[in-house]
């Protein structure tokens, strides 16, 4: 895979002062999955930054639900009949901070604050503006600071994970491909008496 290559112009040097003449197809397999990631990430978080009420009174429905459906009778909630998803949002999130975690009811569930989930929303939109511009940075110079950023968004779309286990596995291979594949090696050789993955 790594021998397929395909053609570049017109680009800055990546290292050495020599422009590549060739993209590595697993550095633009890399870059490009997470640009994609970047792009799913900010459009998932824009609800939050947006209208964080209503993603507050969501996040309180789904756990009522999920706490009714479950085998365990500790934690459900009487709802005399009504749709969770048709409460008041208020009542909803009462509802679900009064949620036991388990049967002696010493921590119940907390529902985050608008504020919070405007804050979270933000941060993961910043994450994900950072995939992007990062991803194609890289695409188009190949420039050793291009590569630290994208390496830099890659780990926290590992540690802020908004699409779950597919951001994970898109994360972890971008820092594969950018950092530890024979190709990422080539285009940027690590200096003997220089700076790490960030140096020219």
């Not at 020599?18 to 997470?34: E, F, Y």
């Not at 993961?124 to 511009?133: E, W």
């Not at 390496?151 to 590992?158: E, M």
Request: glycine letters at 10%.
């Amino acid at each position: 895979m790594t021998g397929e290559t395909v053609p570049v112009t017109d680009r800055d040097p990546a290292h050495g002062g020599t422009p590549p003449n060739q993209i590595p197809t697993l550095i633009r397999a890399g870059c490009t999955g997470l640009v994609a990631l970047g792009v799913l990430t900010t459009i998932l978080a824009f609800p939050s930054v947006l209208n964080p009420p209503r993603v507050q009174c969501t996040l309180a429905a789904a756990f009522i639900k999920e706490a009714n459906k479950d085998n365990k009778k500790f934690n459900d909630v009487d709802l005399k009949g009504q749709d969770p998803d048709k409460l008041p949002c208020e009542e909803a999130v009462a509802l679900a901070n009064r949620i036991p975690k388990d049967e002696k009811g010493t921590k119940m569930v907390t529902i985050p604050s608008p504020s919070a989930i405007r804050f979270r929303g933000l941060l993961t939109d910043f994450v994900g503006l950072g995939q992007v511009i990062g991803g194609l940075w890289t695409l188009k110079t190949l420039d050793r600071r291009a590569r630290t950023v994208a390496l830099g968004f890659a780990a926290l779309g590992v540690v802020f994970p908004i699409v779950g286990l597919f951001a994970t596995v898109l994360s972890l291979f971008a820092i594969y491909t950018l950092a530890l594949s024979p190709p990422s090696r080539e285009l940027w050789p690590r200096p003997v008496d220089g700076p790490g993955i960030g140096g020219r």
